[in-house]
């Protein structure tokens, strides 16, 4: 393994570790303390909280999300009081995050992979300003402790256009360059010359003796637009889901309703407290389904080993549900 591949790894292993720890500390404080919902009731009830808002929001949001943009979100405007400029609105920072996915397209179209990298990283600096305009937002209309979506509002349908136009636009640049440069299915060596495998390094360059034996099979541009259509619908699927079933979960467990009796909400909570294992199980799940909580898309890009992405993803899969089955055996 190169270097590249080693840096691959322990990232991955890294980031894993740190999440699975992050969620441990999340839901056993809300099974310890309850559904605290805001900082306010915390203090109040002087009970230490690492994690004082818990809300459906936040809950049900992917860990990247949760654990490092929202933080980082929270402590740059802390610190330099962004908020409080009054030519800053959230509207503002939703036009600006869809100019970043639009340079962020446009990189990862370049052949050069080192540029691609970059678009990756730009990507992420997008994701990043897609927390921080409800920061911006939830700062400047004084509900620091309300993670809500705005539904029905302007500056709602403007994030979302913003999200779809820049996420399709990034799909569609990724599309062009698989078109552009189609994938390596597989290498073929006429005579299985093991020797004149070993001098073809890991990025198909071999000497000119060898390089006309090689016979080098590509992805069918066919097959490419059906799993790149096919991947651009699931996360639009997702997303659409997402909104629709928090918008419902927050009605249900945070709104007050007369037609809704206490008594029920208090079963739900009860109820969410006592299968707290298997909320962070399914919040796994979800994880490792769906590519864009860890953005494996861009590891792919960003490292150019979607091998090595694969296999890794299968190992950590396979463990995972080998420790959950062990937990609930």
Known sequence: MGWEDNAVFYFVFASLTFFVWMDMSFFGEMQEQGLIANSTVAKTAKVYSRFPIKTVKIRMQDHISHYVWLPLSEHVDTKYEISKCSWVSPNL???LHLTVAIISGRLMYEENIWIRRVGCIVFEFRCFLDVFDGVIYRAQSNMKTSFVNGWGTYGYFIDAA???IGCILVLSACILYF???PPVKRKEYPNDDAEMALMIDYHGKSN????????VFYESKKKILIMMIAYGIQIS???FFWDHFLHEYHTLLEV???AISPELILIIQFTILLFNGEALQLQWTILLVNGEALQLNGLILLYNHAMLSTILLEFVREKLLCFWS???S
Not at 208 to 215: G, L
């Open 93 to 95: 920072i939703s036009g």
């Open 162 to 164: 913003a999200d779809f």
């Open 326 to 328: 062990d937990l609930t």
């Open 237 to 239: 699927a997702r997303s």
């Open 208 to 215: 000119c003796q060898y390089k006309e034996k090689v016979i």
């Open 179 to 181: 078109l552009k440069c």
């Open 256 to 258: 007050k309703s007369d």
